[in-house]
């Protein structure tokens, strides 16, 4: 199995780096090629020169991107060098409909697809201990588990292609209405005077519990909102949640409130924050002339 890698950002340049220590790497591209080059360089693996050139020296194909305009150009791009041999696994977060256009696209040359979006965050990319959801032919999925083993600890299969991103549409609404209570809940300590410090601990050990506050809390009462999955990314995901919960005709009220406190933020400059920086809006209902609701 000859594994390609497309998109090397903070998720894909860890996963790739797995995949590698494997032995299952054979060469991989970036966007920016000087990205490409110093991992390149760093796991012993040759940079393709283009899409298209790693297609044609691969027989598996994983993409790693953050939005659906980029993996239909990155599927447009490989497409002239893809055969039956191939097998494409898109392993980013994009919408239901755009997964379903690609395995249309991809079964005019007889190429095998897979959408395999992840949970787990830049820390199970590093640790290696991303989930997979994925939707395609099981049997596809059963071949191609070698190439998705070194960077996950459970890979679960939902059915065909698309119902990997509406699995990944579920656990993003999810984790929306946690940083919100996240959010809510420590503003409302720090500004009852409470020792946060001994709070932590309690509310991680009990009925409260979650790995964003395990992972997260301590830094965000810090206000230190470095990325471990930004802002913008998480908005992004939720726009597509939104247009999935459109064609049922329903409407959720935290993806409804996540959207709009994320665009709020993200006009003052904070998208590029972890999606704990919601934590800005919410501190600020309990200072002095900023009472009211968001």
């Known amino acids: 199995m000859r594994v390609g890698f497309i998109g090397l950002g903070v998720m894909g340049a860890n996963m ?8 299952q790497l054979t060469t991989i591209w970036n966007r920016t090629r000087a990205t490409a080059d110093e991992l390149g360089q760093a796991l012993g693996v040759p940079v393709a020169d283009s899409p298209a050139a790693l297609a044609k020296s691969c027989d598996v194909i994983i993409t790693c991107v953050s939005a659906d305009k980029d993996i239909l150009e990155m599927i447009d791009a490989i497409a002239p060098e893809l055969t039956d041999q191939h097998t494409v696994i898109d392993t980013s977060t994009v919408g239901a409909d755009t997964a379903e256009i690609i395995g249309e696209r991809l079964a005019k040359t007889k190429t095998a697809f897979l ?11 590093e640790a290696g201990t991303l989930v997979v959801m994925v939707g395609g032919d099981e049997a596809v999925l059963d071949a191609m588990r070698p190439a998705l083993e070194p960077f996950s600890s459970r890979i679960s299969y939902f059915g065909p292609v698309g119902n ?3 699995a990944k549409a579920v656990n993003q609404v ?7 209570a996240v959010s809510d809940g420590l503003s409302f300590a720090a500004a009852s005077g409470l020792d946060t410090d001994e709070l932590l601990p309690v509310l991680i050990g009990g009925a409260a519990g979650s790995r964003l506050l395990e992972r997260r809390g301590a830094r965000l009462l810090e206000n230190d909102f470095a990325p471990g999955f930004k802002l913008a990314l998480h908005h992004k995901d939720l726009l597509l949640c939104q247009r999935l919960l459109k064609g049922l005709d329903v409407s959720l009220p935290t993806v409804e409130m996540t959207i709009k406190h994320y665009e709020r933020l993200m006009a ?3 998208g590029e924050e972890d999606i704990t920086a919601l934590y800005r809006l919410k501190r600020a209902l309990f200072e002095t002339g900023n009472q009211r609701s968001l």
């Open 268 to 270: 003052d400059g904070y």
């Open 115 to 125: 959408d395999a979006p992840l949970t787990g965050g830049s820390e199970g990319a």
């Open 16 to 23: 790739a780096r797995h995949l590698a220590n494997a032995g």
């Open 164 to 166: 990997g991103q509406r």
């Open 174 to 180: 999810i984790v929306a209405g946690i940083v919100q």
